[in-house]
């Protein structure tokens, strides 16, 4: 974003998800997706901090850094920015996706802390499941993970289950509002931390029911 005078507002966009490793998961994912993830970012937000004109950081995080259970495993009644999953939680348990969910919560949480200690103002999109068209020339992980249920990828389904196992439903969100709300928190200059966004959110059956009449298929996987 430019302004007379230099760059003064940043989007640091989602990267592509990765679910699936080789080797030894533990290390392989440390070092080959975590890490480079958490370094880039921190290089972006040096970069801002030496061009003297950044003041701002629109930084794009993820559904899978919350949860709607609290430690004991129980629902919590009210769910907001603030219900983040635990990084120990994941490491020890390994649920479908926990690459991507280490990935998205321990770059965030960088992220954070070298904003408030070089004085941006970093403010973080808390994106549920995107959907809606796309530019690229493969089609986008989270599409791929929505459409999981009539294509028959048991995998990807396995993401789709835990992500409603851990927030009780699947919050979905088009990505042209997801455009518009980065462009408004970095115009509003009252901004300021995490905030979700969600355009609508049904239970799991309700969105395989609306798939299978909206794609006709042999294949639909019921759960």
């Not at 998961?25 to 975590?34: D, L, P, R, S």
């Not at 028959?152 to 509002?177: P, Q, W």
Request: a neutral charge; aromatic letters at 6%; charged letters at 20%.
């Amino acid at each position: 974003m430019r302004q007379s005078g230099g760059c003064h507002g940043v989007f640091h966009v989602a990267a592509s998800m990765e679910f699936n490793v080789a080797g030894n998961e533990e290390n392989y994912a440390q070092c080959n997706i975590i890490d480079p993830a958490v370094e880039g970012t921190l290089n972006l937000l040096r970069s801002c901090s030496k061009s003297n004109t950044v003041k701002r950081v629109i930084f794009t995080s993820s559904i899978s850094t919350l949860t709607a259970k609290d430690r004991a495993g129980k629902w919590r009644k009210v769910v907001d920015e603030t219900c983040q999953t635990p990084i120990d939680h994941v490491w020890n348990t390994k649920p479908s996706g926990w690459i991507y969910v280490l990935c998205k919560r321990l770059t965030e949480e960088a992220a954070f802390k070298y904003a408030k200690d070089s004085g941006i103002n970093l403010i973080s999109v808390v994106t549920t499941t995107v959907a809606g068209a796309f530019l690229t020339s493969s089609v986008p992980s989270s599409i791929q993970v929505l459409l999981s249920p009539i294509t028959g990828d048991t995998k990807l389904f396995s993401i789709l289950s835990a992500v409603n196992a851990r927030m009780g439903s699947i919050a979905l969100v088009h990505i042209e509002d997801i455009c518009d709300a980065h462009i408004f928190l970095m115009e509003q200059a009252r901004a300021e931390g995490r905030y979700i966004c969600c355009a609508h959110s049904c239970e799991m059956s309700q969105l395989i029911n609306h798939l299978a009449e909206e794609y006709p298929c042999s294949n639909i996987i019921q759960s």
